[in-house]
């Protein structure tokens, strides 16, 4: 028998840990050299593990929801393939050995006992270690110890929802809803009592992300997903750390948009790629980066770190309705081609959820296209730790007045506005205001008789 020992992969120089979202396989079941193993998630990106060797699944030693350092042997898998039912049973997942022995326990007691509720009144009694409700839901005998400690109701454990395997109610979907419970209660006696004895408790400020909001009769209440949750955090972050200020500017692109509806099926004909304008833009984005570095920077303390790479995150929506940024990396070493390759290579990996922990990573400049939803202009919110965001809006026809040398006269012109975010920690108005400028300046000096 060869035993190959299955590890939580390094998923980028910083990530240290990864949780188990799900597995897809099961101890005993035989795999080959590339299936998929299970899914793992970060900070960053989720991605799929795949199995690097033929064999059968011997142990699973972590389980679904279980945070494991890189590193750390996570499975066992039997390259000489053996028979495993044994080694099956031993190694079953903990929740499935807890049903085990409940059963043993519901065997033991009485058939008078068990026909007796558990309930008495509207609390949960503690009676056997596990059982399950009339509905036929499982609550473990934490969750279960800590209801009738904090006298949650029969009918409200019915309510949570839980965010464990087929909706069980963990511990921290327990413990959120007695906190949330408790801030929704009208004052009473005992909170008098405890405002009195300890005055501090009324001179701290409760935070925002902890504000309650109450429900009305036919609202519906949507769970954050696990993205949505780090995607709040982190917005909410950025605003508390950077001096958010935005500058606009509303940029001539006719040059632009003629060269590429001239172009574009010949391209697509050629490279089978789509050419949008976005790595148009982008090369101009680079140049003007190199023109003002201080755009492509990052905050350390009292220190500026002036960025030599031109990383560009670019902003995705996902077809969940988060949002993901992934990055080009060294964006300032490619060609228009290059951009546009590499645009559409990580815009249809975020997409199809195919990402690695590295296409997310190391971001020092990110745009945000708002004209992909036809929206005019917008102010994105920073990406930390880098000190610029910008907007792009969508391309509109408009009359414009256009000097000519036999004078001004007004023509129609393609314009679309741009939305510089900066941190004014580091960024003054003058510096975001020539950035912009020079932006534009790019932008409308664009070669119209370029090949690509």
């Given at each position: ?418 939305s510089l975010t900066y941190d004014h920690r580091i960024i003054d108005g003058a510096l975001g205001g020539a950035y912009l400028r020079k932006l534009a300046d790019y932008l409308e000096a664009f070669d119209s008789r370029r090949t690509l």
């Amino acid at each position: 028998m060869a035993n190959f020992e299955l590890v939580m992969p390094k998923l980028g120089e910083s990530i240290q840990e990864a949780t188990i979202t799900k597995w897809i396989v099961k101890a005993g079941d035989k795999v080959r050299d590339d299936d998929i193993l299970l899914e793992i998630a970060t900070d960053k990106v989720d991605s799929e593990i795949p199995s690097p060797v033929s064999g059968t699944i011997m142990k699973i030693l972590y389980q679904q929801d279980e945070v494991v350092p890189v590193g750390t042997v996570i499975a066992i898998i039997d390259t000489g393939g053996g028979d495993f039912n044994q080694e099956k049973e031993e190694s079953k997942p903990n929740a499935v050995i807890t049903d085990t022995s409940s059963a043993s326990t519901s065997v033991s007691t009485p058939a008078s006992a068990a026909a007796e509720p558990e309930i008495s009144g509207t609390e949960i009694q503690i009676g056997e270690p596990e059982m399950e409700e009339n509905t036929g839901r499982y609550y473990s005998p934490l969750v279960r110890k800590i209801a009738s400690e904090e006298k949650v109701t029969a009918v409200e454990l019915e309510r949570i929802q839980g965010t464990g395997r087929n909706g069980r109610v963990r511990k921290e979907d327990i413990l959120k809803y007695i906190q949330d419970r408790e801030k929704a209660e009208p004052l009473i006696i005992e909170t008098t009592t405890a405002r009195v004895t300890e005055p501090e408790v009324t001179a701290a400020k409760p935070s925002p992300e902890k504000f309650k909001v109450s429900a009305s009769p036919g609202d519906e209440i949507i769970k954050m997903d696990r993205m949505r949750k780090l995607i709040a955090e982190h917005m909410v972050m950025s605003k508390s750390i950077s001096a958010h200020v935005t500058n606009m500017i509303e940029t001539d692109v006719t040059r632009i948009v003629l060269w590429r509806n001239r172009i574009k099926d010949e391209f697509f004909a050629r490279e089978k790629d789509k050419l949008t304008y976005l790595p148009i833009f982008l090369e101009s984005v680079i140049s003007a980066l190199k023109d003002y570095p201080m755009i492509n920077a990052s905050v350390d303390g009292d220190s500026i770190i002036l960025r030599k790479n031109i990383n560009l995150g670019i902003a995705v929506a996902l077809p969940t309705g988060n949002l993901i940024v992934p990055v080009i990396k060294n964006a300032d070493q490619l060609s228009l081609l290059g951009l546009v390759k590499s645009l559409n290579r990580i815009a249809d990996n975020a997409r199809n959820n195919k990402l690695n922990p590295d296409d997310v990573t190391g971001g020092t400049f990110t745009v945000s296209n708002f004209g992909t939803f036809r929206n005019v202009m917008g102010t994105p919110i920073i990406n930390q730790p880098q000190v610029a965001v910008l907007g792009i809006g969508t391309v509109e026809k408009k009359p414009a007045v256009v000097e000519t040398p036999e004078g001004d006269m007004i023509a129609i012109r393609h314009k679309m506005y741009l939305s510089l975010t900066y941190d004014h920690r580091i960024i003054d108005g003058a510096l975001g205001g020539a950035y912009l400028r020079k932006l534009a300046d790019y932008l409308e000096a664009f070669d119209s008789r370029r090949t690509l």
